[in-house]
């Protein structure tokens, strides 16, 4: 699958938007991305899964580690792929942490997957779960690598499709500036 059909998937689920919003944290982007909406079609979930561990076969990871909740879906379909176990970490005071009896033991070979990279930061936290428990890991990827292809990781790190969704403060977003009315992800039209 190349990155030309992952996009054609997220445009037909409704999970890629062009255009001129308003995200969450103020700022103002010409897209907006929801991997949810496609991971909601299993299909699409098993097909994405197969395409990133496909790229991340060569690494012989012997377990899938994903931070909830946005990397639940695809770490599990990659792990699926890979035919290796998919455990997750999740908050805890904070701090992310293995809960529910997961382990990983000194021989473990992880790769960290989530659903969209955009600094990294989230990566790299879930790669320092992995080390802290013991375990080596060997590499990371994501749907979508939002970070500009370098999210300055450490180990290997694929993503099926690579987007620049610039996001700018509102008073220096080119869009306002051109007078296109505005669309805040999420809400009804
Ligand atoms: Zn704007």
Do not use: W
């Not at 070979?109 to 990294?120: A, F, L, Q």
């Not at 060997?138 to 979508?144: K, N, R, S």
């Not at 499709?161 to 009315?181: D, F, I, K, W």
């Amino acid at each position: 699958m190349d990155s030309s059909a992952v996009l054609s998937l997220f445009r037909e689920s409704g999970a890629l938007h062009e255009g001129h919003f308003k995200l969450s944290s103020g700022l103002h982007s010409p897209g907006y991305l929801q991997c949810a909406l496609v991971l909601q079609h299993p299909a699409h979930a098993e097909a994405l899964g197969r395409a990133l561990g496909d790229k991340l076969r060569d690494l012989h990871a012997t377990v899938v580690l994903s931070p909830a909740l946005g990397g639940l879906i695809i770490g599990h379909e990659v792990a699926r792929a890979l035919g290796v176990r998919a455990i997750f970490a999740e908050r805890q005071d904070n701090a992310l942490t293995l809960r529910r009896g997961f382990s990983l033991a000194p021989d473990d070979r992880v790769v960290v997957i989530e659903d969209v990279v955009t600094t990294g930061g989230s990566t790299r936290e879930t790669m320092a779960v992995a080390m802290a428990a013991g375990a080596t890991v060997v590499g990371a990827g994501a749907i979508v690598d939002r970070s500009g292809g370098s999210p300055g990781l450490e180990v290997p790190f694929k993503a099926l499709v690579t987007l620049n969704l610039a996001t700018y403060a509102p008073e220096q977003c080119p869009m306002c500036a051109r007078g296109e009315p505005i669309i805040k992800p999420g809400s009804r039209k």
